[in-house]
């Protein structure tokens, strides 16, 4: 009997568990079947989201690569030590003088910064490095294609400092290519050599076969020089209605703050000499004839005038049609990848003064701007060739060049050379 | 300077085109077994041509096809990978995966 009761007492606990977990199932069913709209609604932003990040981070952060780097390097030494020799302490020129080392010795240079990187290398391309540090040069941030359809991007930032002087340098890129559109935008800034441009372009791109394809759009730069406009010649070339110069060109010692003594000199011989010699604020001696200042301080004192006239005008930007046309083969015995980009003679200034930018260089004479002068067009252009040629197992060819024609600036680079394997 | 630029222009139209250049998936098929071809729509980051025994019998006999549908993927001229039917003429199920895996890795490399 005892034997019975626990056999019923264990089928009624075993039905009952069953029960709650059969119940405690639908239950749940229930529950999900029976969610509100607005707990549904939020699962689907949920999933939504989840999507999205994913899309994001294929498309744009997969293969991308975040670095901190730095380096420190032996500061820039001249070959030979340069001496002085000073006066002794005592005061007498004919004393024993000290001889003193006058070398300019500068600081350890250094450079540290981060950056945030997708840069497709096309297949010529080695990478220089098992890490990004932010030296890198590539090929695709310049080329108008990419070795990747899709998002590339480079943010830099970095500060370094050389032969004493400290720089910050940043470099901003973005560029999403397709089949058939490029669009780019950038900014970068080189302090050491005193570069800054910013540029963005559109254009729609036509592929014409595997290996080519043209494109056409519309690029914005801007540019900081006035090219052409040179201040200190327009002042200089000022003239009064007598024909006489307005602005006498030792005017402009005076206004830095210099003077002029007039003195005469008589020699042995009783040659009279007179000149002027040249003081600074304080009263020292900087020149003793004009011709001396002139090719010393005066010269100094032009491009600093230059300088401030130039910092007085707002940064210019430029807007142009552009045209450009690629092509890219690579196997591994030949590759060739050769671009142009054409920005064509319409430029339009939507920032800056007209009268100071690039479409007045010619037009500033005696007096200034030349009265009815007409706004000059120009071309700006700028190809680029890379070629490697395996010719036998031994024995390889390879050519890179590129030319930039911007402005005033041209700038070229350019490789040949052969290599035989011994 | 312009004459340069120009001929720099025209001389790559001289080049002759390779259907094996980039990263390029080509699916080797017939008619009569279409029925078993995969869509390839899916694969991001190469691309996709498809030829038929009917029209281009001398790349299959080149690229020594012997079982339909075959799915090759290049690089470059190179075969990265192959993945061929079975005697069902059925390619593997994972065959989609299996190429994107090869094809994300080949685009890693560029980075």
């Known amino acids: 009997m005892e034997k019975n009761k626990e056999l019923k007492e264990l089928f009624l606990f075993v039905i009952v568990l069953w029960s709650l977990i059969v119940l405690s199932y639908q239950g749940q069913a229930q529950e999900v079947e029976l969610l509100p709209d607005d707990q549904v609604e939020r699962l689907e932003r949920g999933f939504n989201k989840k999507q999205i990040f994913k899309k994001v981070y294929e498309d744009f952060l997969q293969y991308g690569t975040f670095y901190i780097a730095g380096n420190v390097n032996n500061p820039y030494q001249k070959q030979s030590i340069d001496y002085v020799v000073r006066t002794n302490s005592s005061g007498s020129l004919y004393d024993v003088p000290v001889v003193e080392d006058a070398t300019e010795y500068f600081p350890f240079d250094y450079r540290y910064g981060f950056g945030l990187r997708r840069i497709a290398r096309f297949d010529y391309e080695n990478k220089e490095k ?51 559109h490029i669009v780019k935008i950038e900014s970068r800034e080189q302090g050491n050599v005193g570069f800054k441009y910013n540029s963005a372009e559109v254009r729609g791109r036509i592929p014409l076969g595997r290996h080519f394809s043209i494109s056409a759009g519309a690029i914005l730069r801007t540019h900081e020089q006035p090219f052409g406009y040179n201040p200190i010649e327009i002042w200089l070339n000022e003239t009064n ?48 004839t004009d011709l001396e200042f002139r090719e010393t301080v005066f010269a100094t004192l032009m491009n600093q005038y230059n300088r401030e006239q130039w910092a007085l005008l707002d940064n210019f930007a430029e807007i142009a049609p552009i045209i450009g046309a690629d092509f890219y083969k690579y196997t591994d015995n030949f590759w060739m990848h050769s671009y142009i980009n054409y920005i064509l003679p319409y430029h339009t200034y939507i920032k800056g003064e007209e009268e100071f930018s690039y479409l007045n260089r010619n037009n500033w004479g005696l007096g200034g701007l030349v009265q009815g002068s007409e706004l000059e067009q120009w071309d700006d252009y700028q190809a680029g060739i890379i070629l490697g040629w395996k010719i036998k197992n031994n024995l390889g060819l390879f050519i890179e060049g590129e030319y930039t024609k911007f402005w005033d600036t041209e700038l070229f680079k350019s490789t040949v050379g052969i290599n035989i394997t011994l | 300077m312009k004459l340069w630029l120009l001929s720099l222009l025209f001389l790559p139209l001289m080049a002759n085109a390779q259907y094996k250049e980039g ?14 071809e995969i869509n390839l729509d899916n694969i991001k980051g190469a691309e996709q041509l498809k030829l038929y025994l009917t029209d281009h019998p001398k790349i299959f006999v080149k690229e020594k096809i012997k079982y339909l549908p075959t799915v090759i993927l290049y690089h470059n001229q190179k075969t990265i990978l192959r993945v061929e039917s079975d005697i069902s003429l059925k390619l593997p199920q994972n065959t989609l995966d299996t190429i994107q895996y090869h094809i994300n890795k080949i685009i890693k490399n560029k980075f």
């Open chain 1, 130 to 180: 098992n890490y990004y540090d932010g030296t890198e040069k590539n090929v695709a941030l310049s080329s108008p294609t990419a070795a990747f359809n899709g998002f590339e991007y480079l943010f830099q930032w970095e500060k370094e400092r050389e032969r004493g002087e400290i720089f910050t340098n940043h470099r901003y890129f973005l560029r999403h290519t397709g089949k058939n």
């Open chain 1, 241 to 288: 209605e007598n024909g006489y110069a307005s602005n006498p060109w030792y005017t402009l010692g005076f206004n830095y703050g210099y003077d002029d003594v007039f003195y005469t000199l008589t020699d042995e011989s009783g040659n009279v000499t007179q000149d002027w010699q040249w003081v600074d604020s304080e009263g020292n001696i900087i020149a003793n």
């Open chain 2, 23 to 36: 990263i390029v998936v080509i699916q080797y098929s017939a008619n009569f077994v279409k029925s078993s």
